[in-house]
């Protein structure tokens, strides 16, 4: 069974696409123009959370828009708390300790641990939102090698990008909602001036 660490497969079809690349010239040059429109077209993902978490990322969200005079929304926010990891990613390279930080602030219980609980008509999903954002497919594809390496080193615990997203939007919105995070709102107007 092959192992997909998010919905889109990118790290699969990647591997796949490399395999390709052996077998001739034209094969190589399609593979190669397509691979660059790929890349930059952006992926959308989406995951849950308790409508409490949403409705205090949204809040913080319109916020923020008034301070800029510009829509801010919750994509926004975790394109900036994805980029955010990504260059913990480049700057650390310790998939120890990334592992051992995704591990400590994972806040997800029940329904929230499986993976897309939206699909199932079992379970009931009153009480959380499905919270949709896009990430650029380079990107996307730079966790889902990162999350490969650490299916390998630990095998134990699997991690997806929706996974990922997840825990890191409930623990900004815990640490902001407790105080722990100051100064955010300058912040992210920083980052958008």
């Known amino acids: 069974m092959t192992t997909l660490y998010s919905k889109h497969g990118l790290y699969q079809k990647k591997l796949t696409s490399l395999s390709c690349n052996n077998k001739g010239f034209w094969k190589q040059f399609f593979s190669c123009f397509t691979n660059s429109f790929e890349e930059q077209a952006t992926c959308k993902y989406e995951f849950l959370v308790p409508n409490t978490e949403y409705l205090r990322g949204e809040v913080l969200c319109e ?28 700057q650390t390279n310790n998939h120890n300790e990334i592992y051992s930080k995704l591990e400590s602030i994972d806040r997800r219980t029940g329904i929230l ?26 990107r ?51 980052l958008y001036e």
Not at 66 to 90: G, V
Not at 120 to 130: M, W
């Open 63 to 90: 916020d923020v828009s008034e301070e800029l005079e510009a829509q801010f929304t919750q994509a926004d926010l975790m394109d900036i708390l994805f980029e955010e990891l990504i260059t913990n990613i480049r």
């Open 113 to 138: 641990l499986l993976n897309d609980p939206w699909e199932s008509d079992d379970i009931e999903l009153e009480g959380y939102t499905l919270l949709e954002c896009g990430i650029k497919r380079k």
């Open 140 to 190: 996307a594809l730079r966790l889902e090698v990162f999350l490969a390496d650490l299916a390998v080193l630990f095998p134990e615990k699997k991690y997806t990008v929706e996974s990922v997203m997840q825990i890191l939007y409930m623990d900004f919105i815990y640490h902001y909602r407790t105080g722990n995070i100051t100064n955010i709102m300058q912040e992210i107007l920083d």
